[in-house]
Structure formats: structure tokens, C-alpha cells
Nanobody, 122 residues
Framework: QVTLVESGGGLVQPGGSLRLSCAATGRIFRIYAMGWYRQAPGKQRELVATITSGGSTNYADSVKGRFTISRDNAKNTVDLQMNSLKPEDTAVYYC????????????????WGKGTLVTVSS
């Protein structure tokens, strides 16, 4: 079984910073892309940032220049450094991993964490 666990959410004032972390554990054969998504109240889940195993990154336009995604392939972790936070960044942030479990190495599928709440408010 594969589990993704996020940490690092909380309350921060506008202009502040937070760092989210996610660890993928369990019977993992290979992780391809990892990423962060978010869902604000009353809205659909949206992509924030993704990173491939080779380090290629992709960001939503709304966070470019403010957020930085990074990963440690050896530890199966992905982080999201969020700077210059705005009230509109308030959402539940979900970690995502596109991976093959070692019980089914020919299959790739998405795994999700349970989410961590980020609130940006004064």
C-alpha cells in the first residue's frame, strides 16, 4: 500500500511564507511526477505545481515567481515553498504522485494525500 502524507499547512498573514512537505511511503516501485494541487472553498481542485523525476517543473500562472517546488528522489518527498502569500492562496493543498507500486510495476496511477489547509489572512 502507498500513502502520501502532507505537512506544513497553517495560518499565515498576507505576504508571509509557508513550506509544505509531502512524503510518499509504502511499496513503491517508481515515482514519475509529483505535484501539488489545491482546492479553495466552492471551487474545483486546480494544479499548483508539478515536478518530474528529472526535475522539470510546471507552475500555475497564479503562483509563478512566488512558489517553488522541489523533490528528493531518494526520500520520495516533494516540497512546496510558498512566498508572498495572498488571501486567494487560501485552500486545502493536496500532494499528488504519479507512480507504480511494486506490486504492479507495469501500472501507473495517481495517488493523493489527504490534504493540508493553508489559510492566508490578517
Amino acid at each position: 500500500q502507498v500513502t502520501l502524507v502532507e505537512s506544513g499547512g497553517g495560518l499565515v498573514q498576507p505576504g508571509g511564507s509557508l513550506r509544505l512537505s509531502c512524503a510518499a511511503t509504502g511499496r513503491i516501485f517508481r515515482i514519475y511526477a509529483m505535484g501539488w494541487y489545491r482546492q479553495a472553498p466552492g471551487k474545483q481542485r486546480e494544479l499548483v505545481a508539478t515536478i518530474t523525476s528529472g526535475g522539470s517543473t510546471n507552475y500555475a500562472d497564479s503562483v509563478k515567481g512566488r512558489f517553488t517546488i522541489s523533490r528528493d528522489n531518494a526520500k520520495n518527498t516533494v516540497d512546496l515553498q510558498m512566498n508572498s502569500l495572498k488571501p486567494e492562496d487560501t485552500a486545502v493543498y493536496y500532494c499528488n504522485a504519479d507512480l507504480s507500486p511494486d506490486t504492479q510495476i507495469t501500472i501507473r496511477r495517481d495517488y493523493w494525500g489527504k490534504g493540508t489547509l493553508v489559510t492566508v489572512s490578517s
